[in-house]
Every structure is written in C-alpha cells, then in structure tokens.
C-alpha cells in the first residue's frame, strides 16, 4: 500500500523536470519502496495560496533590489579551437552594403576609403554613446559625417559563426526591407556588413518604452490608451502584409520625440506566406503566448503579447518568466487587484487580448474598430495634427521674423552709410587762429632784423605752415577715402549675401 500525503496528491505543479517523468513510469514495488522509507530531508514544496501574493510591481522590486536592472555577466569562454578551422568564413574584410530588393538604392557613404584601416562605421559616423545593449548585440547613438543627422546603429556582438548564422542574421534586414514605411514603425536606412560583423542604421528614438516605464511607475491610463492605439497600427500594418512580430515587448517599443510609439526589432519576424515555422523561434517568455509552445505561430500571438504588454505598463507589473505567476495569466486569471485603478473598457479589451484560446482573441482590425479605440484614436490623431500644426507654425513665424529682420536692416543700411558718409566729411573752411594757438613764432625784438629779413622769414614759415596743414587734409580725404571704400565694399557684400 502506497502513503502519500494529501496535500502532495492536490498540488498543481506547472512543469515537470524528466526525472520526474521518468519517476511515474518506474514499477509499483520500486514506488512503493521509496515511498515506505521517506527521507527527513526531502523538500516541501511552497504553494500559492493566494494568487494575488505570485504578482509584485517593479517599483517594489526595484527599491529591495537596487542592482536587479543590472545585466549579469557574460559566463567565461571555454578554451576551445577557433571556429575558423572548422568553418571557412567568407572574406568581407571591407564594407559590402546589404539589401534585398532589386530597385534597391542602397550604398555606402562617400566618405568612406577603403584602404584606410578604420572601419566604415569610424570612419562615417561620430559615436555619441551606447544607448542599448541585447542579446544580438549593441546600439549606438551616433551623428553622420555625412548629412549631420543622428541615427542609431545596431551591430552585432559575435562574428558570423559560418554561412548559416549569416543567412540566419541578414533575415532581420530581408523582413524589414519587405516593411513600407510606416509612422509607427521604425525605419530602416541603411545595413551592411564588415569583418563579419552586421551593422543596421535605423532612425533614432527618445527612450524605449522599457526604460520609460522604468522611470516612471505610475503611467496615467490616457498615456498608456495612446501607446495602445499607436501600437494597434504597427500590428496592423505588419499583419496586412502577413508578417507576425513574434518578439512584442517594451525592450523593441520605442517613443519618439513627439510622444510617438514605434515598434522596432524585426529579427524575429515571421512571413505567414511561405508556411514555413522551422526556423521560427520564440522571444521572450515573460511576454510569449502559451499556443507558441505548441507549434501554433498565428497573427493572435501578437495581439496577446501586446495585451500582456499594456497590462505590464498600466499596472507596473513586474512579469514573471515562469511558474506559477506565469501559468495565471495564460489561463485568463488576472488578479483583481492589478485591474482596480484601471477602466472597465481597458481592462476588458486587455482580457480579450490575452485570452488563453487564441482563436478567441480579437484581431488587430477588430480592436481598431472598437468604440473605445476608437474615440482614443480620434483624439490621438487630432492631438498629433495639432502638435505638427503647432511646429509648423512656430517655423513659419520663425522665418518671417527673420525675414523682417534682414529686410528692415537692407532698407536702413543706405542710410546708415550715407550718415557715415557726411559725419567723415572733412571741413572745406580752415577756421581761423588766434595767436595764442598759432604755430607762427614772434619775436619781439624787430630791430636786430630788416624788413627783408622778416620777410623772408614769415614767407618761409608761412609756406611750412601750409605745406603742413595740405598734408593734414591729405591724410584727411586718403583716410576717408579709404573708410568709403571699405564701407562701399561691406555694403555690396551684403547686397549679393
């Protein structure tokens, strides 16, 4: 006969290990055995009584543990042959720019040489910072050499393992190449590869919602309807071009400047043409639909890593990556506490989106046609015209302010020169001496001289006098002279600027 206790009978265990497997399949007598003689330092395992007690909220999690953003590090490298001996790499020492459309205007900057030794990304672009880092590998802020613009550059972190990893790595570049542009999506601008490395330039983004929501723990519901909405659109133009994201979570939303969401990272999106989930992989599990275990890559695996996303944002949910807290919310069971600060409209639309039958989930096309989506997209949409409006108009006063300005300093300049003019214009009339500031030197004592001697002796005095006083009105009109000329020149130098 066989003891066990009751409460090990009623426990819901979320998964089992193999040995555990294995274990139900051993014979009677064997499990018998083991049970007749337990052992004192056998674990109890902890159970969730209340559910509500599985969830916390990062905010909490973030003041116990200061450190839990931080990144572990990377496990040492075992000490194993270069893979170059196994695997003969194609020789890409210099940059090859990447693209796979056939109108494809794709190349790389003139400014780049390639005979020098930097690379094409030192050699065209001034690193700013590193404003990510992922598993694929880190991104950079940087400011072209090129038209002056920032952009923000992902390269990978490892070399290319051989031809398969690089056809696995370029499919990033192929999926979103087959994206249209789209306001709610990230763009795409230029990829290339060099030393084995891969490099895509994007357009640069404020902040991604992860480090946002991370800052700020209490999101007002209007905030977050607005990333609903932006981000239904970026689902919905990925899907009417049967693409699944595969990969929907905070880390690949990014904010704009404007308060724009965009959805970015494509790498793991999946063409629903080609039927082809081989090469499929799922992304991360604390936002991953459970249907996705299963083999089961539809368009509604999306619509539930969106939901759970938004609830994640809404709530300051710290998710969990497993266990109990993780089986609760693919079964549909949220806790009551997490939706009491919430509307009744949003936190059905939520339920909707993650419920556990994913053909019971509503597509992207009937969220979008939702009264409540509705109204917030129209005032979304109304509040983004009035802020392009609003920059429009600011530019447009900018300029004929501007304008103005050099128009009313074109028409006063004239008249400013001309006052120059007149206030540099030597006087024609030498006023006339007294003898206290005379130059001429007297002498009182006339009677040592002749008249003839005096004479001579003013004549030659006057004659230095003027000599002087013409090259003092020279020096005079050269000086003015000179000062027209200058003034003539700045003057039609600012006609033709």
């Known amino acids: 006969m066989i003891c066990m206790n009751d409460n090990v009978i009623n426990a819901r265990f979320t998964a089992h290990s193999d040995s555990d497997l294995h274990a139900n399949t051993r014979p009677l007598h064997v499990m018998s055995s083991l049970n007749a003689c337990p052992s004192p330092l056998r674990p109890v395992p902890q159970f969730f009584n209340d559910c509500n007690n599985a969830f916390t909220t990062k905010k909490a999690r973030y003041n116990s543990t200061p450190t839990a ?44 040489d390639s005979t020098r030794e930097e690379s094409y990304f030192e050699q065209c672009f001034i690193v700013e910072k590193k404003i990510g880092s992922g598993s694929f590998g880190d991104v950079f802020k940087v400011k072209s050499r090129e038209d002056g613009k920032y952009y923000a550059i992902k390269k990978s972190r490892e070399r290319f393992k051989g031809k398969s990893d690089r056809e696995r790595k370029l499919e990033e570049v192929c999926k979103h190449e087959q994206l249209p542009k789209h306001p709610n999506c990230v763009r795409l601008f230029r990829a290339w590869e060099e ?118 944002i809404a709530c300051d949910l710290d998710l ?80 004929f302010l501007q304008f103005f300005i050099n128009t009313f300093l074109f028409i006063c300049y004239p008249f400013k020169y001309l006052y ?12 006339l001496k007294s003898p206290n500031n005379s130059n001429y030197l007297y002498d009182n004592d006339f009677d040592n001289y002749s008249d003839d001697d005096l004479f001579d002796a003013s004549s030659v005095s006057l004659l230095n006098n003027s000599d002087k006083s013409s090259q003092s009105e020279d020096k005079q009109s050269t000086a003015s002279s000179v000062d027209n000329s200058f003034d003539i020149q700045k003057y039609f130098s600012l006609l033709l600027s």
């Open 69 to 112: 953003k931080k990144v572990p590090p990377r496990p040492p490298s075992k000490t194993v042959p270069p893979i170059s001996r196994f695997f003969r790499r194609p020789n890409h020492s210099a940059a090859q720019a990447i693209s796979f459309k056939d109108n494809s205007d794709s190349s790389l900057s003139k400014h780049y």
């Open 195 to 312: 030393k084995q490395h891969l490099y895509i330039q994007t357009e640069l983004c404020e902040t991604s919602l992860s480090d946002f929501a991370d800052v700020n723990h209490d999101i007002p519901e209007p905030i977050v309807c607005n990333y609903l909405v932006d981000l239904l659109k970026a689902v919905q133009h990925l899907h009417d071009h049967h693409l699944i994201h595969l990969d929907i979570k905070p880390d690949n939303i990014f904010l704009s400047r404007h308060g724009l969401c965009k959805l970015g990272d494509f790498g793991l999106v999946l063409d629903v043409n080609k039927n082809d989930t081989n090469e499929a992989t799922e992304g991360d599990p604390k936002y991953l639909a459970k249907e996705l275990m299963s083999g089961q890559f539809t368009k509604a695996a999306d619509i539930f890593s969106l939901g759970i996303t938004i609830l994640e």
């Open 320 to 399: 969990p990556s497993g266990g109990e807290g993780w089986h609760q919310l693919r079964d549909g069971h949220i806790p009551d506490n997490l939706l009491n600060g919430m509307s009744s409209e949003l936190s059905e639309i939520i339920k909707a989106m993650m419920s556990p039958d994913y053909r019971l989930r509503p597509s992207v096309n009937q969220l979008l046609s939702h009264p409540f989506i509705r109204r917030i997209e129209c005032s979304r949409r109304w509040k983004l015209k009035s802020k392009r409006s609003l920059k429009l108009a600011k530019a447009l006063l900018n300029w």
């Open 420 to 431: 120059q003019t007149i206030a540099k214009r030597p006087e024609t009339e030498t006023p």
